[in-house]
C-alpha cells in the first residue's frame, strides 16, 4: 500500500484566497484524521470520520475551515477564506477503526498563507 | 483537562548508548497511548500503541511502557544509532465517552555517531 497520501506537499497563496488539501487514506482503514501542527500550539486534531460520517469536529478553529468525506478513499480540508494565522503543517492520518488502532499518517501540507 | 509533557524537551546521547524518553499526563482515565516518531519535514511514523489495559509493548529495539496509577510511560530504545535521531511524541486518547486526543510536545533526540 502507498500509505496515506496527501497533496499538495506545499501551498503557498494570499490572504483572503480558499485553499483546499486533499487526503487518500489507507485503502481498509475506516477512520480518517486531519491534525495541524504548529510551532506554538504543537499538533492539534481538527477533525475525524468514522466511516466517511464527521464524528468530533470540535478542534476545527473557526467557519472558515471545512472538511468533507464523500467517499472512503477521499476527505478534503477546506479553508475560506484563509489568513495568515492559518499557516501550519496539514497531516491527514487513518486508522482501521477509530483511536483503538494505530494511526498512520501522510507527509503532511505545509501551508504558507501571504 | 489532560496534559501531556514530555521532558527534556531535547536530548543528545553517543551512538550505542541505552536511552529513556519520558512522557507524563495528568488524567489516568486514557484509552491508549502511542508514541510516534518525526523526521523533520516528514509526518508522523508510528512506533508503539498500548492499549489502557497493556503494560507494555515491544518492537525490535524499542519498548513502551505504561503505568497509568503514576501518569507515566515510558519509551526505552536500546543500542541506539544515528538513525534513530528524530523527534518522538507521545499521544493519549481519553476513555470518556468522547474521545479526546492530546499529543505531548515532544523530545527531540540526537544521536551522535
Known amino acids: 500500500d502507498a500509505g496515506v497520501i496527501q497533496s499538495p506537499r506545499h501551498e503557498v497563496t494570499e490572504m483572503g484566497q480558499e485553499v483546499t488539501l486533499r487526503c487518500k487514506p489507507i485503502?481498509?482503514?475506516?477512520?480518517l484524521f486531519w491534525y495541524r501542527q504548529t510551532m506554538m500550539r504543537g499538533l492539534e486534531l481538527l477533525i475525524y470520520?468514522?466511516?466517511?460520517?464527521?464524528?468530533?469536529d470540535s478542534g476545527m478553529p473557526e467557519d472558515r475551515f471545512s472538511a468533507k468525506m464523500p467517499n472512503a478513499s477521499f476527505s478534503t480540508l477546506k479553508i475560506q477564506p484563509s489568513e495568515p494565522r492559518d499557516s501550519a503543517v496539514y497531516f491527514c492520518a487513518s486508522s482501521r477503526d477509530g483511536f483503538y488502532n494505530e494511526q498512520f499518517f501522510g507527509p503532511g501540507t505545509r501551508l504558507t498563507v501571504l | 483537562k489532560q496534559e501531556v509533557t514530555q521532558i527534556p524537551a531535547a536530548l543528545s546521547v553517543p551512538e550505542g548508548e541505552n536511552l529513556v524518553l519520558n512522557c507524563s499526563f495528568t488524567d489516568s482515565a486514557i484509552y491508549n497511548l502511542q508514541w510516534f516518531r518525526q523526521d523533520p519535514g516528514k509526518g508522523l511514523t508510528s512506533l508503539l500503541l498500548i492499549q489502557s489495559s497493556q503494560r507494555e509493548q515491544t518492537s525490535g529495539r524499542l519498548n513502551a511502557s505504561l503505568d497509568k496509577s503514576s501518569g507515566r510511560s515510558t519509551l526505552y530504545i536500546a543500542a541506539s544509532q544515528p538513525g534513530d535521531s528524530a523527534t518522538y511524541l507521545c499521544?493519549?486518547?481519553?476513555?470518556?465517552?468522547?474521545?479526546?486526543?492530546?499529543f505531548g510536545s515532544g523530545t527531540q533526540l540526537t544521536v551522535l555517531p
Open positions: 470520520f468514522n466511516n466517511n460520517v464527521p464524528i468530533d
Open positions: 499521544a493519549l486518547i481519553s476513555s470518556g465517552s468522547a474521545r479526546q486526543l492530546t
Open positions: 485503502s481498509g482503514h475506516n477512520s
